[in-house]
């Protein structure tokens, strides 16, 4: 069965970095976008970042400058590299991704476990 795989949470100080990955488990043909969500303690589901299969890359206002996503398309992994880590960044961080099993198939959403990132002195 396919799946997302997230790793690289944990905790960190304020002002330190993180870097999650995100992997598809199982064969995959197609990747066309992967997106990053977080969500804290009380708080609703937000997406943080986004890179579609051509490099396009977006980012929510509250993480521009500081995080960056990139991806490596052929190995369907994708990585968000998290600079300037303040507590506010604490949360539940969620790949989500658009793919495509077989050739001929359709394009379906999936989502990751989750994994934690705790900004904390």
């Known amino acids: 069965q396919v799946q997302l795989v997230e790793s690289g949470g944990g905790l960190v100080q304020p002002g330190g970095s993180l870097r999650l990955t995100c992997e598809t488990s199982?064969?995959?043909?197609?990747?066309?976008?992967i997106n990053w969500y977080r969500q804290a303690p009380g708080s609703q589901r937000e997406l943080v970042a986004s890179?579609?299969?051509?490099?396009?890359?977006t980012y929510s206002d509250s993480v521009k400058g500081r995080f960056h996503i990139s991806g490596d398309i052929t190995k369907h992994t994708v990585w968000l590299q998290m600079d300037s880590l303040n507590p506010e960044d604490t949360a539940v961080y969620f790949c989500?991704?658009?793919?495509?099993?077989?050739?001929?198939?359709?394009?379906?959403?999936?989502w990751g476990q989750g994994t934690q990132v705790t900004v904390s002195s």
């Open positions: 989500n991704g658009d793919l495509r099993l077989q050739e001929m198939g359709t394009v379906n959403n999936y």
């Open positions: 890179i579609t299969n051509r490099g396009t890359t």
């Open positions: 199982g064969y995959v043909f197609a990747v066309s976008r």
